[in-house]
């Protein structure tokens, strides 16, 4: 038996009774629905001076000003749904990806069992005769280096076959691919790119969209793929 439900007749004992049900405040809600400014509207109607009654371009404002914020409101709303939906489509096209490669932004790949063999892209300005391609780890020393015709410019494909200047296989980890060429008779460093492996897919946010997790990389924005291949 709860010890508030007894009365004993003593007001000293009787005031120290605990309560039964704890009061909780209802949550008070600070928003102005649309049926409490027609509310206020028709109160302010109803208690204006006869004499000098509210103009009908000042209601009309009043009017326009709620509709108008009532509306950004729901805007908003529409927005933080549409963004959902747009994340969660974003991040069901990119897994379709997982399993193959794409052409990142990068000089540095991933070499590993499961992928031996790093493919790049060279990009040039004009067609050059000779490119040499250098290869160097995440200390920046040299691993292997060799020649490539560029004469036929633009994009041109590279492939390194994961071994050393004594043709044995290097450990698996980083490597960095340079590539240098002579143009306008002057020796230039080439900008180089780089096919990873797609591990995963990662939600991200609607800022970021949705992230690529790379073997041995790191993650990448799916918008900063330059290419896709199956191998």
């Known amino acids: ?8 007749g003593n007001p000293f004992l009787d005031a120290l009774r605990l309560p039964t049900d704890s009061v909780v405040p209802e949550e008070n809600n600070q928003a102005l629905t649309q049926e409490d400014f027609l509310a206020l509207l028709t109160q302010e109607l109803s ?20 509709s108008t914020a009532d509306g950004i409101s729901n805007l908003n709303d529409e927005i933080v749904n549409l963004n959902a939906i747009m994340t969660s489509s974003q991040a069901l096209e990119a897994s379709s990806l997982v399993g193959q490669k794409v052409l990142i932004p990068s000089d540095t790949g991933y070499i590993s069992v499961e992928d031996p063999i790093l493919k790049s892209v060279v990009s040039t300005p004009e067609a050059i005769n000779e490119i040499t391609v250098r290869v160097e780890d995440d200390s920046g020393a040299l691993i292997a ?29 980083s490597y960095a691919i340079k590539a240098s060429g002579k143009v306008n008779g002057e020796s230039q460093e080439l900008p180089v790119s780089t096919y990873a492996h797609v591990t ?15 073997r041995g990389l790191g993650g990448i924005q799916m918008a900063d793929v330059l290419a896709v291949s199956e191998s």
């Open 200 to 214: 995963s897919v990662s939600l991200g946010t609607s800022e970021t969209g949705a992230i690529l997790n790379l």
């Open 145 to 173: 280096s060799y020649i490539v015709d560029g004469s036929a410019g633009g994009n041109i494909d590279l492939s390194w076959d994961g071994l050393d200047a004594n043709g044995e296989a290097v450990a698996a980890g």
């Open 47 to 66: 208690m204006q001076d006869p004499f000098k009654p509210v103009e009908n371009d000042q209601m009309v404002q009043q009017l326009t000003a709620f």
């Open 1 to 8: 038996m709860s010890t508030s439900s007894v009365i004993t």
